[in-house]
């Protein structure tokens, strides 16, 4: 409980130093309930119901959100709920606005916004860095694991199952899943099988660390009609060539909710197509004005939940909707309609 008073403290100067508060206008006070990660802080006539974490990351971030719902109905009225970390990742300041919750990090940035209240500070850099390369369950092979489970998110798997479907050595699954449930991102159920806990946190937590540009893309240019029209050619004569494939990104987009037209066709092969085939169907390598991307993965769990759609293999949407992920033209339009369309899990917890 000490450790838990010393990280209010700091939580509360933190909060006074960026409303311009000296130390007499700031409070600490007990959390309704009563919990370590929890607090009620006074700063002047406002008062705010904090839930810290130790990362910014999604996972940290969508359990902090958790916990003020949890404890929203206890705490006092008029109170301004606020996330707490070390330093606010991108993806954990979007799921704060999503859910209309301010947050404030140690390292000086914050998006206070209540009435009476207006505090938007952000540039400042992390203080809190750790040196050497941070291990992640979503790394390309330990994140076959996260993806299967979200594939098959109604689901519960034994740690034994998962490593056999998905192909990752039973050491490294164990690993994986002590990790995931650390981070609350999965539960066990009473026989010890394995669910995700909240899909929309895991994913958000996957898509946060991912990183399109780790697989091997050839940038090219085939002439086409339209979008539709290159992808379903490009799939058929990959198919000629006996070259397993799946389209992804906008493509797959399309294939799945078609949203909006594309330009851009992008395709994951299982190994590089010979060169006589990508002269047979007119591929030209140039990465300006691409408009065709040929893929070889890191790693092969890209292919996992993927199925025919309209005569094209296609990743599963949970694929997809990473894939999208800073790519050109309406990617980030075409990722929200495949995620309310087709990402909609009911909550687990």
Known sequence: MQSARITSVRVARSLGEILQAGPAEVAIREQPGGHASGALVQVGSVAF????????DAAHVASALDGLR??????AKRTISLVVVPFMGRVGSELCEKAGVAWLDLSGN?????????????????????RGRPST????KSARIARWLLIHADESFSQRQISKITGVDEGLTSRVVKRLLQDELVVRDDHGAVRAANPDALLDAFRETYDFNKHAATQGHVAARSGDDLLRDLSESLKRGGVEHAATGLGAAWLWSHF??????????REPAFPSLLAEIGFREEPRGANVWLVVPNDEGVFHGASEREGVPCVHPVQAYLDLKDQPERAAEAATKLRSDLLKWRRNV
């Open 49 to 56: 119901h904090i839930e810290w974490r130790s990362s910014g």
């Open 70 to 75: 949890a404890s929203g109905r206890r705490a």
């Open 110 to 130: 914050a998006n206070i916004v209540a009435p009476g209240v207006r505090v938007h500070v952000e540039g400042r850099p992390n203080r809190f860095k750790r």
């Open 137 to 140: 369950v979503f790394a390309p």
């Open 260 to 269: 909006a037209g594309f330009r851009l066709v992008t395709i994951y092969l």
